[in-house]
């Protein structure tokens, strides 16, 4: 038996022609280092989301997804690597750059609903925090506010404090908060692990239409794989780096049912290193050395000394 992998015709979508992603990572690397040990949180890993797309990145505890998402979020840097979003080298910003990046570039939706919003202001003033951190026209404020609000379907909540607010409406305002300042780039750590199942297809609603307004690009990280089904693509990382990703899109029957269709593929890096997940590696008893064969459409990868 043999693990086959696909070459080019499988049915991968390739990002358009042209496209200028907004998120690039390639070999990343990231070391913590605590008194005289060190811990590689991330080894390598590459990583190309184009503009408007909405994806899930997702892993076990302790794979690299909170590291990642705090170097996309500017509140740490690459140990090495190449890190671009929207066009800021996050490797190589001063302090200066990364305040006006977090501030512009980039809108953060965390779990927690206390560390999104300010406790004592209304949901309307939650809004116009980051207006005023960025200049905005004071005048205009109260109506941008209103407006995004609106938007993501909690304008009649302008005027309660977040206690007075379900953990769905909450998370909403925080959307808002967070596309305040119009940012190419939404990150989402676990939006919706405090909430129920119809109030997190909710909230997935709410991220979708944002980023098919606007054309924002919708980072989502979870370790709940269910979740991932919610976006079109969903991204894999294991051992630090990108492991697999998962492509869905919608076909039609000639009966004009619809349905999604979800292909798996396995993410090489620069170096043409290709993780193959465990459950192949054991049942075909792949272990430390492997035999590859070039075929006319694909390579077959054999155990060792197997013919």
Request: with cysteine; hydrophobic share 40%; net charge negative.
């Amino acid at each position: 038996m043999s693990t086959v992998l696909p070459g080019p015709g499988s049915g991968e979508q390739a990002p358009p022609a042209g496209a200028d992603p907004v998120i690039v990572c390639e070999s990343v690397v990231r070391i913590h280092r605590h008194h005289s040990i060190e811990v590689q949180a991330l080894q390598g890993l590459d990583l190309h989301v184009d503009k408007g797309e909405m994806i899930a990145v997702v892993g076990p505890s302790g794979a690299g997804k909170s590291t990642l998402l705090s170097i996309l979020a500017g509140a740490d840097a690459p140990t090495a690597g190449t890190v671009r979003v929207a066009g800021w080298d996050l490797a190589r910003m001063s302090g200066r750059e990364r305040v006006t990046y977090r501030r512009r570039v980039v809108g953060l939706v965390q779990q927690q609903a206390s560390r999104n919003l300010i406790p004592y202001l209304t949901a309307a003033d939650n809004v116009t925090v980051p207006l005023g951190l960025a200049s905005y026209p004071r005048a205009k404020r109260a109506a941008r506010a209103l407006d995004l609000l609106d938007r993501v379907g909690v304008a009649s909540c302008a005027d309660r404090l977040p206690r007075q607010l379900s953990g769905g409406e909450q998370q909403r305002v925080a959307i808002a908060v967070a596309l305040a300042n119009e940012p190419p780039l939404l990150l989402a750590d676990e939006p919706t692990g405090e909430l129920d199942t119809a109030t997190s297809h909710e909230i997935f609603d709410t991220l979708r239409a944002a980023s098919a307004e606007s054309g924002i690009t919708v980072v989502v990280v979870t370790h709940d794989p269910t979740v991932s089904g919610q976006v079109g693509r969903t991204v894999a990382i294991r051992d630090g780096r990108t492991s697999s990703e998962v492509l869905r899109h919608t076909e039609h029957s000639e009966d004009g049912e619809s349905h999604v269709v979800a292909q798996e593929f396995a993410v090489m890096d620069r170096a043409g290193r290709v993780q193959v997940p465990r459950e192949f590696r054991q049942a075909l008893a792949l272990t430390r050395r492997v035999r590859l064969a070039l075929e006319a459409d694909h390579v077959e990868l054999w155990p060792d000394g197997r013919a």
